[in-house]
């Protein structure tokens, strides 16, 4: 039986070399930032879910696109929440970024969608 203290220190390492790695990065509709968009990332945090949230990660006076850029390059999955605040309105680059991006092993991940109320 093999140990799985390698793995554990391995992520220990990664963890303080890439403090702002994150599991999933959120994508949402700007109408859902304060509702169910808030609601899903207390739910993934509190379950031990690192997530990307503009909400808590985007600085006042950070260029948007940038800091969302930077958030999906640091992410290993991007989730969109489908809610009934999601329209075609959203632009193109925020739609294109989210079907696939690199995550941070360099390999090409998709994004996976969560719906609700829908």
Request: glycine share 6%; charged share 25%; hydrophobic share 35%.
């Amino acid at each position: 039986m093999q140990s799985l203290t390698p793995v554990r220190e391995s992520v220990e390492i990664q963890t303080v070399r890439h403090p702002d790695r994150r599991d999933v990065f959120l994508c949402h509709a700007w109408d859902d930032r304060q509702g169910a968009a808030k609601q899903l990332h207390d739910l993934l945090e509190a379950a031990g879910v690192k997530v990307w949230f503009s909400e808590k990660d985007l600085g006042l006076g950070v260029p948007m696109m940038r800091a969302i850029d930077k958030g999906l390059a640091n992410s290993k999955v991007g989730l969109v929440l489908v809610t009934p605040s999601t329209t075609c309105a959203a632009p193109k680059r925020e739609r294109r970024g989210q079907r696939t991006f690199n995550a941070p092993s360099g390999k090409s991940s998709c994004a996976n969608r969560a719906q609700h109320n829908i």
